[in-house]
T-cell receptor
Framework: EAGVAQSPRYKIIEKRQSVAFWCNPI?????LYWYQQILGQGPKLLIQ????????DSQLPKDRFSAERLKGVDSTLKIQPAKLEDSAVYLC????????????FGQGTRLTVV | GENVEQHPSTLSVQEGDSAVIKCTYS??????FPWYKQELGKGPQLIID?????GEKKDQRIAVTLNKTAKHFSLHITETQPEDSAVYFC???????????FGQGTELSVKP
């Protein structure tokens, strides 16, 4: 079974530029999460989707971050404009649904804002 | 609030010794508690989980215990090996809706 796929693996941008990350969850998984992991810290939930609907985005900085999950499969997370403090690893995870909560993570995208 | 506290932040043991990592959570309605292992440059990998209807679960050298009354749960690794060296995260589900909240992580170092 293929795992959660993310791209790109690494991205370096200048502050105030925009960037987008892509995630393809495990086939059949209805729940998709985006996490931000700053170096030395635990993953922080940014947004949670159930199919193509948002379940929770209370921690998403909506003035600069946006995410979508069209058709309830792939998802993209965008930052515009980026700030230095956005430097982190962005992790995508998926689970079968909100009841079967075993979540599986991708390798992440390491973003460096300079 | 939605919070998971994890201790210690770093743990160093000799190969063959046991390691214990502890976490506390705040939502009494939480019913699912996974543990993840994260190696350098990789995403977190699920290693064991426990649901609120059991008090202990074991898988070879790894065990997890849950005390719902006290709202804490622990990871126990016995006969540690150098390849167990990694960062370990506990997590808990909040809002009964799959919102997975993580602890701050424990960096485990197993010395040969």
């Amino acid at each position: 079974e293929a795992g959660v796929a993310q791209s790109p693996r690494y991205k370096i941008i200048e502050k105030r530029q925009s960037v987008a990350f892509w995630c393809n969850p495990i086939s059949g998984h209805a729940t998709l999460y985006w996490y931000q992991q700053i170096l030395g810290q635990g993953p922080k939930l940014l947004i949670q989707f159930q199919n193509n609907g948002v379940v929770d985005d209370s921690q998403l900085p909506k003035d600069r971050f946006s995410a979508e999950r069209l058709k309830g499969v792939d998802s993209t997370l965008k930052i515009q404009p980026a700030k230095l403090e956005d430097s982190a690893v962005y992790l995508c995870a998926s689970s079968i649904d909100r009841v079967h909560t075993e979540a599986f993570f991708g390798q992440g995208t390491r973003l460096t804002v300079v | 609030g939605e919070n998971v506290e994890q201790h210690p932040s770093t743990l160093s043991v000799q190969e063959g010794d046991s390691a214990v990592i502890k976490c506390t959570y705040s939502d009494s309605a939480s019913n699912y508690f996974p543990w993840y292992k994260q190696e350098l440059g990789k995403g977190p990998q699920l290693i064991i989980d426990i649901r609120s209807n059991v008090g202990e679960k074991k898988d070879q050298r790894i065990a997890v215990t849950l005390n719902k009354t006290a709202k804490h749960f622990s990871l126990h690794i016995t006969e540690t090996q150098p390849e167990d060296s990694a960062v370990y995260f506990c997590a808990a589900i909040y809002n009964q809706g799959g919102k997975l909240i993580f602890g701050q992580g424990t960096e485990l170092s197993v010395k040969p």
